[in-house]
């Protein structure tokens, strides 16, 4: 028996939601470019795909958007628990906790019922952004704002995160980026997602799960730290030897490589073009410059070893230009991630095996307790 450490290259399931070739920098969602996606389409159309395997009707996609905005509204009772946790608590702990307690507001609890993977669905698009953006203004010591029917769900999202409605051109491009996360394949927090769902624990233990696997900075955690990452740089000119130095220390730079893409990530292309549009509408901002020379000189060091931007260098720079405050860069990676895990568990749970993965055991046998006084 061999051992394969992080299961490298060993495929766990056979899944028709998503498709990345990455020698060629491409990503399917259901068979379609995402770049398709994110020129035609919105996040809730894109997450009713991903799910459901099909693009809906116009009927099915008005109910779909309906039946999440009836979901917007936090519980008073969650809403005093979020005041009443302490300040420090990182925002992704926050979602972790906050989301299991969402399925009191489910009814469909059978994990193997086909109606819990549409409730729950459109529970968790309704309420997650809302905790986040709550959570924001709480930290803050303001009353929550609540959520904006009228509006639609990026709109309403920034809305609630900063009390004005956004432009419609920049809530659209912030509506792509969630686009851009919305599915990728069996990384780690979607891995974690259908271990715990092959329990037949449901969707929302899966999720809750899922989340704490992306809050690690080698996962979703690296787009908060390519910001802190970019701001310890005081001047353009310290840039080079910032990376150089970073390299001979053979340390991480957040933001950069990938296990699957050995070329350009395809979601990092996008969400720099949607840069230089920002650029071009409030003008180029310190943290933009820094970003765009670091990623220029970073490649003169790390190209030969294929390793280029991912979607997390760039998001970094984007949510910073929307003022989002970098606690909240990776639960909002989150948000946008929940239709990919809900797809990967109602897929998983059709052919449902339980996981029991096995080990090679390298420890001793027959060894005698000791005593605590004899321990020493
Ligand atoms: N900065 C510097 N060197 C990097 C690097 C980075 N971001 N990513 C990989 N490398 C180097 C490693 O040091 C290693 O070099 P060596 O062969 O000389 O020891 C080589 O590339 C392979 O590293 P490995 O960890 O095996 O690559 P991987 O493909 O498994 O790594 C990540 C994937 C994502 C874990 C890795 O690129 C990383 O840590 N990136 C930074 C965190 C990040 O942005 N995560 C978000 C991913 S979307």
Not at 78 to 107: H, N, R
Not at 241 to 266: A, C, Q, S, W
Request: aromatic residues 12%; glycine residues 6%.
């Amino acid at each position: 028996m061999n051992v394969y450490a992080g299961l490298t290259g060993i495929p766990v399931v056979k899944s028709s939601i998503s498709y990345i070739d990455g020698q060629k920098g491409i990503l399917e969602y259901r068979g379609i470019p995402i770049e398709e996606l994110v020129e035609n389409s919105n996040f809730l159309e894109v997450s009713y795909l991903l799910v459901f395997g099909k693009l809906p009707t116009k009927k099915e996609y008005e109910k779909f958007v309906s039946d999440i905005k009836e979901n917007l509204e936090l519980n008073q009772g969650i809403i005093k628990f979020l005041k009443d946790i302490p300040k420090t608590t990182y925002p992704m702990k926050v979602l972790q906790g906050i989301i299991p307690i969402l399925s009191a507001f489910d009814e469909n609890k059978e994990v193997l019922d086909e109606k819990h993977h549409y409730s729950s669905l459109v529970n968790l698009l309704g309420k997650v952004p809302t905790i986040i953006a709550n959570w924001k203004k709480i930290l803050e010591g303001k009353e929550p704002i609540n959520p904006d029917k009228t509006l639609d769900y990026a709109q309403n999202f920034l809305y609630m995160l900063t009390g004005e409605i956004p432009e419609k051109e920049i809530s659209q491009m912030f509506d792509k980026t969630l686009i851009l996360h919305a599915e990728h394949t069996i990384n780690a927090s979607t891995f974690t997602a259908i271990v715990v769902v092959s329990t037949l624990a449901d969707f929302y233990s899966a999720v809750s799960s899922a989340v704490g696997a992306l809050s690690g900075k080698l996962h979703g955690g690296a787009n908060e730290k390519v910001f802190y990452m970019l701001n310890q740089i005081k001047d353009l000119n310290q840039i080079e030897e910032f990376i150089v130095n970073k390299l001979n220390r053979k340390e991480r730079i957040m933001g950069f490589g990938h296990r699957i893409y050995k070329t350009y990530d395809p979601r990092a292309k996008i969400i720099k073009n949607f840069l230089t549009r920002l650029s071009q509408l409030k003008g180029e901002s310190e943290l933009y410059k820094k970003a765009i020379k670091f990623e220029e000189t970073a490649l003169k060091y790390l190209k030969d070893k294929k390793i280029y931007p991912n979607i997390d260098f760039f998001t970094a720079v984007f949510y910073s230009y929307l003022k989002i405050p970098p606690q909240l860069y990776t639960p909002i990676f989150a948000m946008g991630r929940i239709p990919g895990w809900l797809a990967h568990c109602k897929e998983y749970i059709k052919e449902n095996k339980l996981f029991r993965p096995t080990q090679i055991y390298d420890g001793g046998h027959n060894i005698h307790y000791i005593p605590l006084e004899k321990r020493g």
